[in-house]
């Protein structure tokens, strides 16, 4: 089977696969594949590879982005939905514009409505997270699910991001590792045309991601906390 067919297979079936291997497709054509396996209807994006150690890791000099769909923004983590269950925490941005592509950092920095304290809920066909490029991408670059903050923020909160499962923190780390929002949103703009009012974006994490079990998961930052379960 092709990277695509491979892809819906393993996402339909719930198993994972050996990942590293050449499939004779780039990047550009892997978010082509994506884009044929998560595209509506479309809530908005995620963020991955913000920092530059992980993009050294991986051989590029820019995030990667997936897509957000309707039925991946979550009250509460359904485990036995998903194959591979990580957490991490990040902050989203809801825009109350349009962002057309060409837009500047500091206008696409005005229309940001609101942050939230919010939590990537991984999951991955490849096993142990072992992918190259174009295989994280064409599976939406890990994406699963979402988790949102109730309370609206009027910044970009300060400080770090704190996330507790089970009372145990498992991840830390500093919000201004994500990078300058504006000029997140600017990129991502540019690479797909354009971005809507009301659509959501996480953008990336400042820590590493934690294997999930059930409980209580909670995220702890600046201004506010996210609660959920974890069944």
């Not at 590293?20 to 884009?35: F, M």
């Not at 949103?185 to 354009?194: I, K, M, V, Y």
């Amino acid at each position: 089977m092709n990277l695509l067919e491979t892809v819906r297979v393993a996402r339909a079936s719930g198993k994972t696969l050996p990942g590293g291997r050449e499939w004779g497709v780039g990047v550009e054509e892997a978010y082509r594949i994506q884009e044929a396996l998560f595209s509506s209807p479309l809530k908005g994006y995620k963020l991955g590879l913000v920092s530059e150690a992980k993009q050294r890791q991986m051989g590029v000099h820019e995030p990667i982005f997936g897509r957000v769909l309707a039925g991946m923004l979550w009250e509460r983590v359904n485990l036995s939905k998903l194959i591979q269950p990580r957490a991490e925490p990040e902050v989203a941005v809801v825009l109350r514009a349009d962002l057309p592509p060409g837009v500047s950092p500091g206008r696409a920095y005005q229309a940001i409505g609101g942050y939230f304290l919010a939590v990537d809920i991984l999951d991955s066909v490849w096993e142990g997270y072992r992918f190259t490029l174009p295989e994280v991408v064409a599976d939406n670059a890990s994406g699963g699910g979402f988790l949102l903050a109730l309370r609206r923020l009027d910044r970009l909160p300060r400080g770090s991001l704190r996330l507790y499962l089970n009372g145990e923190k498992v991840a830390e780390g500093a919000v201004e590792a994500l990078g300058d929002p504006g000029a997140r949103l600017s990129w991502l703009a540019e690479r797909e045309g354009g971005l809507r009012a009301g659509q959501v974006v996480f953008l990336g994490s400042p820590a590493a991601a934690v294997p999930l079990v059930r409980g209580v998961l909670e995220l702890w930052g600046e201004g506010g906390v996210l609660l959920a379960r974890v069944e």
